[in-house]
């Protein structure tokens, strides 16, 4: 049965009107309306948040873990509604958003075993020293608590993973933190489903329903209120860099900072090395521009630029990528805005001297054609434009006549979430004196494979130097994103009938 949205925002258990509207953009069928967001609406939100989490915030890692498998349960019970509307609003294939869903719920499921472990919270103890001279040490204990209500902000192109129940939704939920969330005007219908199973969870486990809020979007005010609000103690962000930055000034600013935990986009250079193009270029370059166009480069793991030392093996290398591209088709955006955001990145490339086309297709309206352009070391690294990142199907390679060239380059990257580096046993000298840079440039470093899809597990980090994330020691994706939304507390001399569950 299709799904009609009611369109209005979920406040603390209660679905409230809003009287101006916004229409969504679907790819199929007619727009829907959504009750704009408000101020007056944050302020609720974050109060209701602030009053759940003085019963949140310390139950026991069980009842958390039962709310984030019953919003799995939810979620899947949903899986219809969430498909076919996830698909009339961002032109993503069933299959994409069903995979999703998927990952959605399973992360769920992942988080509620871990913290049942017990282990995310970095448990210490220091046993008393009373004939310690010349002074006795006292017993001191450690433990990670809940830093208390935290704003996510849906992200545009992933409806369900990085949005209203997604990763940091589920990482909040399991430290012990309510959650606002701001809908993400690119899927509000979808972002309503998704708050409807988390509200159905809420209420069978019978848990303040403060502990979760979705404000819808259509008003940037929301935005600013929800970061600067002073009962919100932590942000988790993913989506454009200036958006991000623009959010972390306003954290930073204000009378009490707090943590802004933004993943802001990269470009995930790929280094392809020697012996490795020698002896697959074919098969790299297809893989590449397989990779490069996965959901029409709507990923901020796309693998923009990759570098490659000059001469036949990286002519065939080339080569190869064009052939792939030239048998893609023109594939649909997430919006408007990000369709003409891809046209305008293609058109500042077609308008250097320091780039040269290889395969050049115009895009228009929604839809997005694939595009490749390669560049010289040397104009690459007198041109710092090349190196920002493209949000779609967009390729550069970079040709180096050496393998310090190479090192260059990489030295030149800004912060990435990804490096990866394509290599044969032959490569590995170079690859040892690529790594120490790469590590220092990137959260995850890939060998012989594609950046594009990202596990969630335990030993995932999904984030890196600045502009990749805003917090170089975090990740959004994997069992540590729980840390970023809780805090250590040491217990000194505490009798054991006043310590908190868990201490040891």
């Given at each position: 049965m299709t799904y009609t949205p009611h369109g209005n925002h979920l406040i603390a258990g209660e679905w409230v009107a809003t009287p101006d509207r916004f229409y969504n953009e679907p790819v199929s069928g007619e727009p829907a309306a959504f009750s704009v967001g408000t101020v007056e609406l944050v302020n609720r939100a974050a109060e209701a948040a602030e009053t759940a989490f003085w019963s949140y915030g310390y139950s026991s890692a069980a009842e958390r873990a039962a709310l984030l498998r019953a919003i799995a349960d939810e979620i899947e019970a949903r899986g219809a509604a969430i498909t076919e509307t996830g698909c009339k609003e961002t032109g993503l294939p069933a299959a994409r958003l069903e995979g999703e869903r998927g990952r959605t719920a399973g992360q769920l499921r992942l988080f509620a075993s871990h913290i049942e472990k017990g282990d995310y919270l970095d448990r210490r103890f220091d046993p008393a020293l009373p004939d310690r001279q010349p002074a006795p040490r006292p017993e001191i204990r450690l433990m990670q608590r809940p830093v208390g209500p935290v704003a996510v902000f849906g992200a545009s192109n992933f409806p369900l993973a990085f949005s209203t129940a997604g990763g940091d939704t589920a990482a909040a939920l399991a430290a012990g933190c309510p959650v606002v969330v701001k809908g993400h005007s690119a899927h509000p219908g979808t972002s309503e489903i998704v708050a409807e199973a988390i509200h159905a969870a809420i209420g069978k486990l019978g848990i303040d329903p403060g502990v979760f809020s979705l404000v819808q979007g259509g008003n940037r005010d929301v935005g600013s209120a929800l970061v600067t609000h002073p009962l919100i103690k932590a942000v988790g962000f993913t989506g454009s860099l200036a958006g991000g930055r623009a959010l972390f000034d306003l954290c930073a600013s204000r009378p009490e900072p707090i943590p802004f935990f933004g993943e802001l986009g990269s470009v995930n250079p790929m280094f392809v090395l020697p012996e490795a193009v020698k002896a697959r270029a074919a098969a790299l370059g297809a893989g590449w521009a397989a990779s490069l166009t996965m959901g029409a480069g709507q990923f901020c793991t796309n693998p923009g630029i990759a570098v490659v030392v000059a001469g036949s093996d990286a002519d065939s290398f080339v080569a190869a990528a064009k052939e792939a591209l030239a048998k893609t088709g023109p594939q649909v955006m997430l919006t408007a805005g990000i369709a003409r955001a891809y046209q305008s990145g293609q058109a500042r490339l077609q308008n250097r001297e320091t780039v040269k086309p290889v395969h050049e297709t115009a895009s228009e309206g929604r839809?997005?054609?694939?595009?490749?352009?390669?560049?010289?070391?040397?104009?690459?690294?007198?041109?710092?434009?090349?190196?920002?990142?493209?949000?779609?199907?967009?390729?550069?390679?970079?040709?180096?006549?050496?393998?310090?060239?190479?090192?260059?380059?990489?030295?030149?990257?800004?912060?990435?979430?990804?490096?990866?580096?394509?290599?044969?046993?032959?490569?590995?000298p170079l690859a040892k004196t690529l790594l120490p840079v790469l590590e220092r440039k990137a959260g995850r470093v890939l060998v012989n494979g594609f950046p594009t899809g990202v596990e969630v597990v335990d030993a995932m980090v999904h984030g890196g130097p600045y502009p990749a994330s805003t917090n170089f020691g975090a990740t959004s994706v994997g069992t540590m994103a729980i840390r970023r939304f809780l805090r250590p507390v040491s217990y000194q001399n505490f009798p054991a009938g006043l310590l908190p569950e868990g201490v040891l």
């Open positions: 839809s997005a054609n694939p595009n490749l352009y390669e560049t010289t070391a040397s104009q690459f690294l007198a041109d710092h434009a090349l190196s920002e990142e493209v949000f779609g199907p967009l390729g550069l390679v970079v040709r180096v006549e050496t393998p310090e060239e190479m090192r260059r380059i990489a030295l030149s990257f800004q912060g990435q979430l990804t490096a990866t580096l394509h290599m044969d046993d032959g490569d590995l």
